[in-house]
Antibody
Framework: EVQLVESGGGLVKPGGSLRLSCAAS????????MNWVRQAPGKGLEWVSS????????YYADSVKGRFTISRDNAKNSLYLQMNSLRAEDTAVYYC??????????????WGKGTTVTVSS | EIVLTQSPATLSLSPGERATLSCRAS??????LAWYQQKPGQAPRLLIY???NRATGIPARFSGSGSGTDFTLTISSLEPEDFAVYYC?????????FGQGTKLEIK
């Protein structure tokens, strides 16, 4: 079964850091680009960051650029999001999602259940 | 930056009725538009990609159409499980932005 499982969320103070992980199974992780997408409470979906299969291409939303770092370890079938200098507005459910091998790359066909990040003093 | 505007914000219909949801892009996205369904407490689920292609396992009552700037998601006959929030998403150099969503609620 194709599956993505996020972990690492929690409560953190403003200015703090958190590292999210996403464990992939049931497919050849190293062949797929991946996304992080977030959803603030009661709000819509917001794309956060993308990484290509070999980490050659990395992109960030302006709202997180310079604070968040996406990475992956294909040997461990894992995706990561290092979040620094966290702000209240980063409070959200964070989803990892797979980008299928399609040209152009944009839609996401497999999603994890999400992990909740709360930034509050 | 391409902005997606979905309408209506809320759509109230009864099971068995036909639902028509709209997504308009501020500039052409060709046919590179996807639709997702999200139920409370769940992750989004891909329904449609490239404007009109149903994703694996999606029932035939879901269909997508459009190109350029105007797109439509149609649910031909609503089932109880279809009441949810629907998002469109466009391709923009990997920075795939989303519309604000349409909530489909039971009338």
């Amino acid at each position: 079964e194709v599956q993505l499982v996020e972990s690492g969320g929690g409560l953190v103070k403003p200015g703090g850091s958190l590292r999210l992980s996403c464990a992939a199974s049931g497919f050849t992780f190293s062949s797929y680009s991946m996304n992080w997408v977030r959803q603030a409470p009661g709000k819509g979906l917001e794309w956060v960051s993308s990484i290509s299969s070999s980490s050659s291409y990395i992109y960030y939303a302006d709202s997180v650029k310079g604070r968040f770092t996406i990475s992956r370890d294909n040997a461990k079938n894992s995706l990561y999001l290092q979040m620094n200098s966290l702000r209240a507005e980063d409070t959200a459910v964070y989803y990892c999602a797979r980008l299928p091998n399609h040209t152009p790359v944009y839609y996401m066909d497999v999603w994890g259940k999400g992990t909740t990040v709360t930034v509050s003093s | 930056e391409i902005v997606l505007t979905q309408s209506p914000a809320t759509l109230s219909l009864s099971p068995g009725e036909r639902a028509t949801l709209s997504c308009r892009a501020s500039q052409s996205v060709s046919s590179y538009l996807a639709w997702y369904q999200q139920k409370p407490g769940q992750a989004p689920r891909l329904l449609i990609y490239d404007a009109s292609n149903r994703a694996t396992g999606i029932p035939a009552r879901f269909s997508g159409s459009g190109s350029g700037t105007d797109f439509t998601l149609t649910i031909s006959s609503l089932e109880p499980e279809d009441f949810a929030v629907y998002y469109c998403q466009q391709r923009s150099n990997w920075r795939g932005s989303f519309g604000q969503g349409t909530k489909l609620e039971i009338k």
